[in-house]
């Protein structure tokens, strides 16, 4: 079992910043693959970012490219997801997740096995 919890969400304004975090607990982190998603109400969830167990390889969606950075101490285990240049677009449950079967940077959701409570980031205009 791996439990995520993330934090950092909030409410900022266009063109701010936010930095989310997500510890995990359970199980070796450090070999696990991570990602954030986003969902917002009537759509379907949508991956943001993704990193490779040692950090080596990242991936990004292209709506976001530029301005997140992802993240991860593995010491800590913890990932991160730094966030500038917000957008009200960017309006959304932020989840993270842990795909604990690959150590490989993955975007497809349905290659996670463990997600976290998610966390509100509202982005006013």
């Known amino acids: 079992q791996v439990r995520l919890v993330e934090s950092g969400g909030g409410l900022v304004q266009t063109g701010g910043s936010l930095r989310l975090s997500c510890v995990a607990s359970?199980?070796?982190?450090?070999?696990?693959?991570m990602g954030w998603f986003r969902q917002t109400p009537g759509k379907e969830r949508e991956f943001v970012a993704t990193?490779?167990?040692?950090?080596?390889?990242?991936y990004y969606a292209d709506s976001v490219k530029g301005r997140f950075t992802i993240s991860r101490d593995n010491a800590k285990n913890t990932v991160y997801l730094q966030m500038n240049s917000l957008k009200p677009e960017d309006t959304a449950v932020y989840y993270c997740?842990?795909?604990?079967?690959?150590?490989?940077?993955?975007?497809?959701?349905?290659?996670?096995?463990?997600w976290g409570q998610g966390t509100q980031v509202t982005v006013s205009s």
């Open positions: 997740a842990a795909d604990i079967d690959s150590w490989l940077a993955t975007m497809a959701s349905y290659e996670y096995d463990y």
């Open positions: 990193i490779s167990w040692n950090g080596g390889s990242t």
């Open positions: 359970g199980r070796t982190f450090s070999s696990n693959s």
